[in-house]
């Protein structure tokens, strides 16, 4: 995707503000995300080699042109179509709308097929043509995602399309996209590791994602760093994207996607440009099934905040005091100081939703340790007796009544329950 100049605090502190995106959703479709999804920017043509390769590494929704949409059957993976007629400019066009039409009624009953392309990070402007071809391809093929993606926070008053700080133009930005295009997932990018230090930005970025994909009703996708492009941005190790992981999870992300997995001009990358994997395709080969396990543990369940204790970052929550889930030894609140890395917890709620608009009651807890340098130990003390979530077997194990000791590796984290009643 393309990229934009990183900062290094350049950029007016904000607070998250209530009333992100208007509460009417987009109108219901038949396209649902299924198991969560693992995908990643920019790789090379799927052959079945590289759809082996990735499936064995966990990635489950793979980019794919007409012709390798069987390469991504054979290994049971989805498949993101890219296609040169899934573009704006087609309806614009007879013959080429033509054509799409028939590309879309050569492709929609493939079992491959979970999504089509059309664009990234597009400025507001382009919304209203967006959204006629989101519709027209939602009319022909309701069963299919029509995938876009936005741009982060950090992106200018130019690129958004919209005016103000960067909570005011950010939020307008979402909202104008919700409502005009009315996307069924929302997906946007977020690159926190400079050579610097750490950005300011990834839980300002990752809290305004978070609200309006609740509000709108809809799933929300977080690309995250996997490489460098450039001098000022670091490659991450398999620590720091262990950290992407479960800070994503803890926000309620669905979706994960790295950038990139290999691609000319980047350095680090999943894997090198002869195809042998990276020491990062064997980190998110672990992470990348822990994190298809728990979004699906969660995925009936609603988002119900996600709070910080430690550092709390630009945008973040600190945990309240009355919340009926805590650590022990209690965190202290320490002033955060980017660049230098988070340090402290993530505490991200789950339950069912609550009625008639009152908010519903944790059920479930991810516990993220955010410091990727050392892992740690901690005990979650909940309001009653809970258990704890194992990613590799997909089982509960019970903890010592209403404490679970959890040790946490650098920037990992746990699924921990109440228990259900019998």
């Known amino acids: 995707m393309a990229k934009i100049a990183h900062f290094a605090g350049i950029l007016p502190a904000a607070t998250l503000a209530a009333g992100l995106v208007p509460t009417t959703a987009a109108a219901p479709q038949d396209w649902q995300i299924g198991a969560p999804i693992v995908t990643y920017w920019a790789g090379p043509e799927l052959t079945d080699a590289v759809a082996r390769q990735m499936a064995e590494g966990g990635w489950n929704l793979v980019w794919c042109s007409e012709k390798t949409l069987d390469v991504a059957q054979r290994h049971g993976l989805r498949a993101l179509l890219q296609d040169g007629l899934l573009s704006v400019a087609t309806l614009r066009d007879p013959e080429k709308k033509a054509q799409l039409d028939a590309l ?29 071809l989101v519709a027209y391809l939602r009319a022909r093929d309701p069963a299919h995602l029509a995938y876009l993606n936005l741009f982060p926070t950090y992106a200018s008053n130019e690129q958004l399309g919209n005016q103000g700080d960067v909570v005011t133009a950010y939020q307008a930005h979402l909202r104008q996209y919700v409502g005009i295009v009315q996307p069924a997932l929302i997906s946007y990018d977020h690159y926190h590791f400079t050579s610097n230090g ?11 994602i978070r609200q309006a994909a609740l509000a709108a009703g809809v799933p929300f996708l977080n690309i995250v760093q996997a490489c460098s492009w450039t001098p000022s941005m670091r490659v991450p190790n398999g620590d720091e994207l262990r950290w992407l992981t479960y800070t994503s999870l803890a926000y309620g992300a669905q979706g994960i996607s790295h950038y990139v997995y290999c691609w000319p001009g980047h350095t680090g990358m999943i894997a090198n440009p002869d195809g042998t994997p990276t020491e990062r395709y064997h980190a998110a080969k672990v992470h990348n099934r822990d994190f298809a396990a728990i979004a699906a543990q969660l995925q009936p369940l609603r988002s119900l ?49 609550g009625r008639a608009g009152q908010p519903g009651k944790p059920t479930h807890v991810v516990v993220v340790n955010l410091d990727y340098r050392q892992g740690t130990t901690t005990t979650l003390v909940g309001p009653g007796p809970l258990d704890v979530f194992d990613p590799t077997t997909g089982e509960w194990t019970r903890a010592s009544g209403r404490r679970a000791e959890l040790r946490l590796p650098p920037g990992g984290g746990a699924l921990v329950r109440l228990r259900p009643r019998r």
Do not use: M
Not at 198 to 206: A, E, K, M, P
Not at 321 to 342: G, N
């Open 305 to 353: 905040g996600a709070y910080h204790l430690g550092n709390i970052p630009e945008g973040a929550q600190a945990l309240p005091a009355d919340f009926p889930f805590t650590l022990d030894p209690p965190v202290p609140t320490v002033a955060y100081e980017p660049p230098k890395p988070i340090q402290g917890f993530c505490l991200g709620t789950f339950g069912p939703a």
């Open 104 to 132: 879309i009624a050569r492709v929609k009953d493939h079992p491959a097929l979970y999504a089509y392309f059309l664009g990234d990070e597009p400025n507001a402007s382009a919304f209203p043509a967006l959204g006629n």
């Open 198 to 208: 750490d950005g300011d930005q990834y839980f300002l970025n990752l809290g305004l």
